[in-house]
């Protein structure tokens, strides 16, 4: 089979008619596309918002404040002072901030413990005794009995009984 030549013919713009017409193609499609990935409008930026505590830990109250004990409080009095973490059987967190130290070895604090056992996080305010190297602290709400015992590294052993059951840990100074 042969082919016939066609009789049709295409007719191409001239030069300069196409080079305008590509022209405005591509400038359009550079405005589509600059339109496209233009940035999105700035939004407000959201309200701060205090990070949750985390569940089941030991949190003192935002407000706690230490004040320094007065130069007529004893050296190994004056060493409790201050914000202390630990974990008791080294599962249970607890945190203590002793608040004031008295001359006499009195003192207020605040006690922080994260759930331990059937006891779920809570946080007490009371008072306690220096007497020697260990802090008693008076019996919290919870019914819970503990002790601090001021280490030679600066560290105390903490003890916590509860229901019949004592835990014991290290606690360090924040």
């Known amino acids: 089979m042969a082919f016939k030549r066609s009789s049709v013919r295409f007719r191409l713009a001239p030069p300069n008619s196409l080079s305008v017409m590509l022209g ?4 359009a499609l550079v405005a589509c596309e600059s339109v496209s990935e233009a940035p999105p409008p700035p939004q407000p930026a959201p309200a701060a918002v205090a990070a949750p505590a985390v569940p089941d830990t030991a949190v003192l109250d935002q407000t706690v404040a230490i004040t320094p004990p007065g130069k007529s409080v004893p050296a190994r009095y004056a060493a409790f002072s201050g914000i202390w973490a630990g974990r008791l059987d080294g599962t ?53 009995d503990i002790t601090f015992t001021m280490q030679p590294d600066g560290t105390l052993a903490g003890t916590y009984t509860l229901a019949g059951q004592t835990y014991k840990g290290q606690f360090a100074k924040q």
């Open 24 to 27: 405005f193609a591509a400038l």
């Open 92 to 144: 249970f967190e607890g945190k203590l901030a002793v608040l004031t130290v008295s001359p006499a070895g009195q003192v207020t604090v605040s006690y922080a413990w994260g759930d331990m056992a059937d006891n779920k996080p809570g946080i007490a305010d009371g008072a306690g005794r220096i007497a020697g190297n260990t802090l008693k602290l008076g019996r919290l709400p919870n019914g819970a």
